[in-house]
């Protein structure tokens, strides 16, 4: 029976070195794949776009230090939610908000949000009615006239049955997501609708009667009951007309009248909403989410706080025992309505889903809006401006200048004092600068990553610590070398001590990037979250790859035998001759003490 091999005494360190190369070579070709091949530089070394905020409101009292502060705070989230986009957020006088967005990523997404109040309400649907359908005109065919088939009658109310599409999205939603929000209600609108009178079916051509005119077939379609002081409003409300369609809901606290904002089956819905029952302050969390279960789509997925979530399992089980369309909850996004969802049953644990055809980018908008909070005022962009480079190019290069200069000097050290060894402090240094560029160039997509000129200089400093971390290894092999210990024992004995050293001082230096983040803002961020990202980097290489390659090139006979190019020579570093006698004496103990 064979015996199995043992484990070297040395481990596995080809795999180590097979592992970092492979996401080296990995994320690299992520960079060059995704087309990211710079990273985004900020606006102090790429200029951008500078948008003026002028904050409006009826009541003058309400245009307060606080709620300026507190506008300035969320629009600051919104554009810079991880502190690390650049973006910068000022006050200017008593009423204005400065805005400077970094050159480069959506631009216009950004400044689309900044001004954005994000007020959101829920209300009760209390009537539904379509809008803006044109009746057809009359065919006056006898097959018309033979089948009854009313020339008048709307598509939507000819089959008395839904598209397919819609049905599809809300009756395949499970129960515990029963806010099925799609953007309007075409099985409301569809079912139990009364339509227009119909000319006998006695053969007689259908061209003699009248057609109906859309106010007559819209009074026809109505569900629901209209509140009467919004009788005359809701009858006169034409939500084909895009200014109407964007005219505000009205007061929280009254019934209003509304439009959907997308058609369905070609025509708007236009609705009768009861006052706020849910509001949006009451959102905590906010996050798009892919609907893989019915197909829908993107959408905003909300969980909302103590108080909301006992407001909304109350008013969804009110809503669940009504009938059509009765049974639905308007989701009202700065006084527009976004989708109008039938309610099947009570929602308890205080989330809801918004859905409404979004795209990736609208949901993603949509919940950065809504998870960040409402402004306290509204504001109108006053000025939009194009921001030139406050430092230029210039100073990019200088800084660029200085790093390779850094850079040729810890190489040249190396080369000079190590020898061989500085090989392997160069190869480590270009590992490290081919993931941190790669990964700052792919942050710039996954979140905003943009790099100034304080970036550059973390950046920079990164070098000394990964360089101090290959000094700190190759003097604890050479100091075993010195005691006379064999070069492989050396680099194992060696190890332990400098891995405790190594790891001592990234974690001091990471520690101080977190809390220079955390206790930061603005320009300062960028050179705490390069830091950080580069010293966590810096365990890395020297994990996976400085101590397995010195571990394999240990092997070799140039650096075994001990090279006087090989910096690692017993003579040039005054070995003590090993201590025979002892070694002779008591052999087992130190065998004991190599292993």
């Known amino acids: 029976m064979a015996t199995p091999k043992s484990r070297p005494r040395d481990g596995y360190p080809g795999r180590a070195l097979a592992l970092i190369l492979v996401v080296t070579v990995g994320l690299v070709a ?13 606006i102090d070394l790429a200029g951008g776009t500078s948008i003026t905020l002028t904050a409006k409101s009826t009541d003058p009292k309400a245009i307060t230090k606080s709620n300026m ?57 209390l009537a539904v009615a379509p809008s803006g359908v044109t009746a057809p005109a009359p065919t006056g065919t006898p097959s018309a006239a033979a089948t009854g088939t009313p020339g008048a009658t ?42 227009a009178p119909s000319a006998p079916a006695t053969g007689a ?8 005119s859309a106010a007559d077939l819209s009074a026809a379609m109505t569900q629901g009951t209209v509140p009467p002081e919004l009788t005359a409003a809701f009858a006169a409300l034409d939500c084909s007309k895009p200014e109407v369609r964007a005219a505000q809901t009205g007061p929280d606290e009254k019934a209003v009248v509304a439009c959907s904002q997308k058609p369905e089956n070609g025509y708007y819905e236009k609705l009768a909403l009861g006052p706020v029952a849910v509001k949006g302050s009451d959102v905590s969390k906010a996050q798009p989410t892919l609907d893989t279960q019915t197909g829908a789509g993107w959408q905003v997925q909300l969980q909302f706080n103590g108080a ?43 989330s809801a889903v918004i859905t409404g055809r979004f795209t990736q980018a609208e949901a993603q908008d949509l919940s950065n809006v809504l998870g ?31 790093g390779a200069i850094g850079m040729l000097l810890v190489v040249a050290y190396s080369l000079v004092y190590y020898r061989g060894l500085g090989l392997v402090s160069i190869a480590g240094l270009l590992v490290s600068a081919a993931l941190t560029y790669s990964i700052m160039s792919l942050l710039g997509n996954a979140i905003g990553f943009a790099l100034n000129l304080p970036a550059v200089c973390g950046a920079i400093v990164a070098i000394g610590i990964t360089a101090d971390s290959f000094i700190v290894y190759f003097e604890r092999i050479r100091d075993e070398v010195r005691e006379g ?19 001592v001082s ?36 020297i994990f996976l790859f400085t101590k397995p390659l010195i571990t394999l090139l240990a092997r070799r006979k140039f650096f075994l035998n001990g090279h006087p190019w090989s910096g690692l020579d017993p003579k040039r570093l005054g070995a003590r001759p090993p201590l025979r006698s002892s070694r002779r004496r008591n052999p087992s103990s130190a065998a004991v003490k190599e292993a």
């Open 30 to 42: 992520l960079m060059f794949g995704t087309g990211t091949t710079k990273p985004r530089l900020g």
């Open 69 to 125: 502060d507190i506008a300035t705070g969320i629009i600051e989230r919104r554009v810079n939610g991880m502190g690390v986009s650049e973006a910068e957020v000022q006050t200017q006088g008593d009423n204005t908000i400065i805005v400077n967005i970094p050159k480069g990523g959506n631009q216009q997404n950004a400044a689309d949000q900044v001004g954005t109040t994000a007020k959101l309400f829920f209300r009760p649907v």
């Open 154 to 195: 709307p598509p939507a109310a000819a089959t008395g049955t839904p598209s397919p599409g819609a049905s599809a999205t809300k009756q395949g939603r499970p129960e515990s997501e029963a806010l099925a929000a799609e953007g309007a209600s075409p099985t409301a609108a569809a079912t139990g609708a009364s339509t």
């Open 205 to 212: 051509p259908s061209a003699a009667a009248t057609p109906p």
């Open 308 to 350: 909301g979530t006992d407001d909304f399992t109350k008013v969804t089980g009110q809503l669940a025992t009504q009938a059509p369309p009765n049974n639905q909850f308007a989701i009202v996004l700065d006084n527009q309505v976004v989708s109008h969802p039938e309610v099947k049953n009570a929602i308890p644990g205080g």
């Open 372 to 402: 960040y909070g409402a402004l306290p005022l509204e504001f109108v962009k006053s000025d939009i401006t194009t921001v030139s480079p406050a430092l230029g190019s210039d100073q990019l290069k200088a800084g660029l200048v200085a």
């Open 485 to 503: 210990a064999p070069l492989r024992p050396a680099v194992q004995r060696a190890w332990p001590r400098a891995r405790r050293t190594i790891l």
């Open 506 to 541: 990234d974690f001091v230096s990471f520690l101080c990037a977190a809390v220079l983040y955390v206790v930061s803002v603005g320009k300062v961020q960028g050179f705490a979250f390069t830091l950080g990202l580069t010293t966590a980097l810096d365990v890395v290489v």
